[in-house]
């Protein structure tokens, strides 16, 4: 049994929650998956926690005054389930300091490109107009700015001649899925240290 306890926040499909639940059910991942936090309770994502059996905090943002009012909402629930992590995982959001204070340096994000290329939305469309040959995924800490956060890990996709948007996104999707759980499970053991922007992960010792 594991007492690492995850949170995870997302807003649309959630393939990439679902791969942290498959993760953990096959032992690839020493944590339990506590929450998900979802801003579109009609979203597919919700549906999967279900099935999951993933206890949801749904919210609708215009019911609030203000993002901190709901984030402030957020953070008691958190609190309340002993959450270690926060895993943003399509949450189309950003944080205010309510959420990324309470939980600096236990906050992370995925974005698929190799940040600090083509921060944002549309990451796969920047980099097609730009012309690169290689793209990807990075996982990098949340701070509160558009994608800023210092970088823990990023996978390189290549741009193939003839590549489309949806077919880039197709390989990026699978680069996530890879990657994702296995930074978590890093989280997990203890190995992630960050020093100002540097993030080091440390081997495990067998």
């Known amino acids: 049994m594991t007492n690492y306890r995850i949170a995870v926040f997302a807003s649309g499909e959630g393939s990439n929650f679902q791969s942290l639940v498959d993760a953990v059910r096959n032992g690839g991942l020493n944590a339990s998956v506590e929450l998900l936090v979802c801003d579109k309770p009609a979203a597919r994502v919700v549906q999967r926690a279900q099935d999951a059996g993933v206890d949801c905090h749904l919210f609708t943002p215009k019911n609030y005054e203000s993002r901190e009012a709901y984030e402030k909402e957020i953070v008691e629930v958190l609190e309340a389930k002993n959450i270690d992590l926060v895993v943003l995982a399509g949450y189309m959001r950003l944080l205010t300091s309510v959420v990324v204070d309470r939980y ?49 890990a990023q996978h390189p996709v290549p741009v193939l001649l003839g590549d489309t948007a949806e077919t880039i996104s197709k390989s990026i999707h699978a680069a996530e899925q890879q990657l994702y759980p296995e930074v978590v499970s890093w989280f997990a053991q203890g190995l992630v240290e960050l020093n100002g922007r540097q993030v080091t992960v440390r081997q495990i010792v067998e």
Request: hydrophobic share 45%.
């Open 104 to 152: 600096a340096g236990r906050l992370i994000n995925i974005h698929p490109s190799l940040l600090p290329a083509f921060p944002g939305k549309d990451a796969v469309g920047q980099a097609l107009e730009y012309g690169v040959k290689i793209t990807g995924v990075t996982v990098h800490f949340v701070d509160g700015g558009m994608d800023t956060g210092p970088i823990i």
